[in-house]
């Protein structure tokens, strides 16, 4: 009778390991789980409502009650929804540029260097180099080099191709020449992860085949580093897309290259809080929408 007791444990000690691992598994999350809450999940609530706020009855400068206002967003929306354009423009052309720039970076680390480890390794440290200097002296330094006083536009003036009254800096042109540049490494890292782990038989049984470089790159390279191509375009459009630094007066743009960062960086120093709110709100909606239907189109599952 008490080995038949004892024999019956043995189901419920089975039963009992799974939820026994969940029980760990949930508190071994719950650290990160409470780091998104507090730094993800609430200021995004916190913001949610401030864009739905107006000024109170002191009105003082900053005082601001909840009155679920939806004229917020109606006044960011015509106000600013050429900024919007604008800003999607930009950021897409930078993105753009990157991705045919990072591509055949990223192919010659990924492929063409893999049996020199060395100077593999090396090309890495100087497409990650940018990383180790402040986004904002890099910015400042791109501004010198297109100063008015600058090689570039120096250069350009004396062989007749820019004019004594043009000028550079405070240009679309400038503007996403900075977005690109500082972005480049977030696409083209991507991309080399990809294209590291790719098989070089799958190209040599194409070429077995009779079938050209630009079949080959079109039917096998593409399609196996489209996971990295899909990060590398997100890691990319997204923050370009909420940059406020390269298209700020300060830096490399001017009153014609306002972006929407600039937009909400300005009504907020101004107290504008629930329309600055509002601005981010769209924002980030707009941004939502193309980029869920660029992944599904991509049909990309894996993305790293």
Do not use: C, H
Not at 158 to 179: K, Q, R
């Amino acid at each position: 009778m008490a080995f038949g007791a004892f024999a019956n444990t043995g189901p419920d000690l089975a039963a009992a390991a799974p939820r026994r691992r969940s029980y760990i598994a949930l508190i071994l999350l719950l650290p990160g789980i409470l780091y998104l809450l507090a730094t993800f999940v609430a200021p995004l609530v916190s913001l949610v409502l401030t864009s739905f706020k107006e000024p109170g009855g002191s009105f003082d400068v900053g005082e601001y009650v909840y009155a679920f206002r939806w004229e917020n967003y109606a006044e960011a929306l015509s106000r600013f929804g050429e900024i919007f354009l604008r800003t999607f423009a930009y950021s897409a052309v930078a993105t753009i540029l990157a991705l045919l720039i990072s591509y055949p970076l990223a192919y010659f680390i990924g492929v063409n260097l893999r049996r020199y480890p060395l100077w593999q390794n090396l090309a890495l440290i100087l497409v990650i180099a940018p990383f180790f200097i402040s986004f904002l002296l890099r910015t400042l330094a791109l501004k010198a080099i297109f100063a008015d006083e600058g090689p570039i536009v120096s250069f350009l003036q004396s062989v007749g191709i820019m004019g004594p009254e043009d000028y550079l800096n405070g240009t679309a042109f400038t503007v996403i020449f900075g977005l690109t540049y500082n972005y480049i490494p977030f696409m083209t890292l991507p991309i080399y992860a990809s294209l590291e782990r790719l098989d070089l038989r799958y190209v040599e049984a194409g070429s077995d085949l009779y079938a050209g470089p630009v079949q080959r790159f079109w039917r096998i390279i593409l399609p196996l580093s489209l996971p990295g191509v899909v990060s590398g375009t997100l890691l990319t459009f997204i923050p370009a897309s909420g940059d406020y630094v390269n298209a700020s007066k300060d830096f490399l743009g001017s009153t014609n290259t306002v972006m929407a960062g600039n937009v909400i960086n300005d009504l907020f120093f101004q107290s504008f809080y629930p329309v600055s709110a509002a601005v981010s709100i769209l924002l980030m909606i707009a941004i939502l929408i193309p980029v869920t239907a660029y992944v599904a189109r991509s049909g990309s599952d894996d993305l790293l």
